[in-house]
Every structure is written in structure tokens, then in C-alpha cells.
């Protein structure tokens, strides 16, 4: 035990204080007596399958001493013997937070996470036994009956599915049915309150009472039975004088053939339906389970998918914004090579310069510049419209140029026949 004002071990438990600080500890000494008392009382209720009082006990045992690791350790335990497989995981983990090395309940938990499968059934169980409960709520207590059965075939230590069972029976009339319910109940916790008073209705109701311990079936059984050949007084008994009988071997061969006959019929008919029932309720109960862990495996199985696509879009993401950062940063590039050239005067290099770059990413102060040297070199870059209707219009004025002076060039021309009639009139 430490001591609750500076921590330090306490080796002698004869003192009162602290040897370290000098702190008072006796009520904690009293307080760490009390709490080891109820949980030795709790270990001794558990052992005799009082798992009620020990519950009730271990509780107290806590409410003295909340780092009693044994004791929340064993509570976990009585917990999951009851069903109660959540309340249970929470006192291991708490027990493991408090003490997180050389702690049993690291093994619990451990053992309980290595089986999925059974963790899995077990939260199923749990949801099924709510939805029963709603369903006994609102009426349905047929549908609610069903759905029991199957979640103690799954956890046959749900005691609140055992009590919630035996509770419709019993409103139903089926008072025996109920009875078989609660012995099962009580196999597993011997004085929980519930089950003795569901118990002691059913015992009213039918007029019999229950025993819950099965009877010691013994070698030798004691006591005789009475002879109906006693007397009134029963002081003597008459012996019947014994009838021999002479029998053939064949009468005796057809006899045993005969009793061979009608023991394989009665084998047959008796005993063949019910291995093969339970065959088949085996064979049931695998296919319930295998369709339930084939159900479980699809909704991860789409849980993946649905992780992987959206891992899928955020690459795809990704590598767009990587595709646009690159042409940013090599439009940015060609231009300032477009305006090293542009001041050189070197209009052809900065025309080459110029088409390597993408409009759409650059700013306002770099589209300026763009312009510039657009205007300049008349060569467009990648995405600018502008520019290209601009270079269109000005070939189309080029061509109108041409043409213009194509045509005035035809018309100034000297036409022959003008000079050959002035030197026919000369010579005259």
C-alpha cells in the first residue's frame, strides 16, 4: 500500500504514519482493510456460483478502494459469466488504465479481441436481445419469443434473455416451459432476486415446488419398496410359490429372434428420428451462423471498397492539383525566358518562348506582362482566344493589302493598241 500524501510504500503496516512524510494513514489502512474483506467475500460468492452477491460485493469492495485491481479484475469476470460482455470489457479497461503492466485484465482483453468472430455474436446477441425487448414492448411477444431462442443458442449466458423468456412464457400460461427456463437461469447464478421470484410465481401457479439441485442417483438406492402382497398390519409378508415352466430350444429361439425383431423396430422407430433431428438442428444452426458471419464479411467487404474509392478520388485529386501546379510553374518559366528575350530584342526566341505558356494560370500582374509581349511578337500563347482572333484579323488585313496592291498594279498597266494608233497617225 502507498501512501495517499507523497506516494511512497508503506513496508511496516504496524504504523500509523507515514515513515516518509509522517502523514496519518490510518483510516486508508482501515479503508484498504475493508475494501480486501469485501472482495474476499466476493472471490468466496463466486466460487459457490453466487454470482449476485458477488456483484454486490465486489461493487463495495471498489467503493473502498477504486485501485483494487483484483477485485475490478474479478468483477470483469463475474460480468462476462453473466452475459454482460459490455460492462465487463469496461472494468478490464479501467483496471488496465489504472495498472497498465503485470495486469491480468490485459490478458482477458486480449483473449476476447483474439476471437472477432465470438466478439462479433456477442454484440449481435445484444442487439437482438434490444430489439426483443422493443418488440415485448409494443406486443409482438411471438416474434420476441423466436428471437430469444436463437440469442441463447448464441450466448447461453445471457441471464436477462433467460428472464425475459420465462416472463412470456409465463403471461402466456406455459407455466412448465418457464420453470425449465429459470433452471437454467439459476445453474448459472444461484440467488439472483429475478430468477427465485419468477420462480416462486411459477411454483404458486402449478402447486409444485421447484428444486433447483439435481437428485444424487446412488449405487445402491435406500429403502425397500413395499410388497402389495403385505397384510393389513403389515407384519408378514406371504411368498409366492415360484411356477416352473418347460420350454422347447426352438420355442426359446423364435423368443429371442422375436425380442431382436422388436428391438431394432423399436430402435429404428424411436431412436433413427432423433439423431436425425438433431442432425438436422445442427446442420441449422451452421447455416445460421455461417450466413451471419457471411453477412458480417460483405458489409466489410463494402466498407473497403467504399475506403478504397474514396482513396482512389483523393490520389486522382492529387494528381490534378500536381498536373496544374507543373504547367503553373513551366508557364511561369517560358514567360520569364519570353520577357528575358523580349528586352534583348530577340522577338523571334520570345515568340518561341511565349507559346509555351498556359493563360488560364497566371495572375493579373503576369497576364499584363503576357500582353506585352504578345503584342510584340503577334504570337499567341496556350488558351489565349484573344490572341488568336487577333492573329487571324491581321492576317486577313495582310491578304487585303496584297490583293489591293495587286490590283493597282493591274490597273496602270499601258494598253498597245492606244500606242500602236499614235504611230500610225505619226507616220501619216
Known amino acids: 500500500m502507498n501512501c495517499m500524501n507523497c506516494g511512497a510504500f508503506l513496508t511496516d503496516m504496524d504504523l500509523d504514519y507515514c515513515p516518509n512524510c509522517g502523514y496519518n494513514v490510518l483510516i486508508q489502512k482501515k479503508v484498504d482493510y475493508l475494501s480486501k474483506i469485501f472482495y474476499n467475500q466476493g472471490l468466496e460468492k463466486a466460487s459457490i456460483r453466487d454470482l449476485s452477491g458477488a456483484i454486490a460485493c465486489l461493487k463495495q469492495s471498489l467503493m473502498y478502494d477504486k485501485r483494487n485491481i483484483r477485485a475490478r479484475n474479478l468483477l470483469g469476470l463475474v460480468y462476462f459469466e453473466t452475459g454482460e460482455v459490455v460492462s465487463a470489457l469496461s472494468e478490464w479497461v479501467i483496471s488496465k488504465n489504472l495498472q497498465p503492466t503485470r495486469n491480468l485484465a490485459s490478458e ?9 468472430n465470438k466478439l462479433a455474436a456477442i454484440n449481435e446477441t445484444i442487439k437482438k436481445y434490444n430489439h426483443a425487448l422493443m418488440l415485448c414492448r409494443e406486443g409482438h411477444e411471438d416474434m420476441a419469443a423466436i428471437q430469444l431462442r436463437k440469442i441463447l443458442t448464441q450466448n447461453s449466458k445471457l441471464i436477462k434473455g433467460y428472464h425475459l423468456l420465462a416472463l412470456i412464457q409465463m403471461k402466456n400460461g406455459e407455466w412448465n416451459k418457464a420453470r425449465r427456463i429459470l433452471k437454467k ?7 439472483n432476486t429475478t430468477t427465485l421470484r419468477f420462480l416462486r410465481e411459477v411454483d404458486e401457479q402449478t402447486g409444485v415446488t421447484t428444486r433447483l439441485e439435481k437428485k444424487k442417483k446412488g449405487l445402491f438406492r435406500s429403502g425397500t419398496k413395499e410388497n402389495p402382497d403385505t ?5 408378514e409378508r406371504v411368498a409366492q410359490p415360484t411356477v416352473y415352466r418347460e420350454h422347447s430350444k426352438v420355442s426359446v429361439f423364435f423368443i429371442l429372434m422375436a425380442g431382436i425383431a422388436a428391438g431394432a423396430v423399436a430402435f429404428w422407430l424411436l431412436a433413427v428420428p432423433a439423431i436425425r433431428q438433431g442432425i438436422y438442428q445442427e446442420a441449422n444452426q451452421q447455416i445460421v451462423q455461417y450466413s451471419e458471419s457471411l ?19 483523393t490520389v486522382e485529386s492529387v494528381t490534378q492539383e500536381l498536373t496544374t501546379e507543373q504547367t503553373k510553374s513551366e508557364s511561369y518559366q517560358a514567360l520569364l525566358q519570353a520577357y528575358t528575350y523580349y528586352q534583348q530584342q530577340n522577338l523571334d526566341e520570345a515568340a518561341v518562348e511565349i ?8 495572375t493579373d500582374s503576369m497576364k499584363s506582362v503576357y500582353t506585352t509581349i504578345r503584342d510584340a511578337t503577334g504570337v499567341a500563347g496556350i488558351g489565349d482566344t484573344e490572341g488568336v482572333q487577333r492573329q487571324e484579323n491581321s492576317s486577313d488585313s495582310t491578304e487585303d493589302t496584297s490583293s489591293s496592291e495587286d490590283t493597282s498594279y493591274e490597273d496602270t498597266s499601258y494598253d498597245e493598241s492606244d500606242y500602236s494608233n499614235y504611230d500610225e497617225e505619226y507616220y501619216e
Not at 437461469?185 to 440467488?191: G, L, M, Q, V, W
Open 355 to 362: 507559346q509555351k505558356v498556359h493563360v488560364d494560370v497566371l
Open 231 to 235: 397384510d393389513i398390519l403389515g407384519s
Open 185 to 191: 437461469a439459476a445453474r448459472i447464478d444461484k440467488t
Open 295 to 313: 453477412a458480417s464479411q460483405g458489409a466489410e467487404l463494402t466498407k473497403a471498397q467504399g475506403e478504397a474509392k474514396e482513396s482512389g478520388d
Open 108 to 116: 482477458y482483453i486480449n483473449k476476447l479481441q483474439a476471437n472477432p
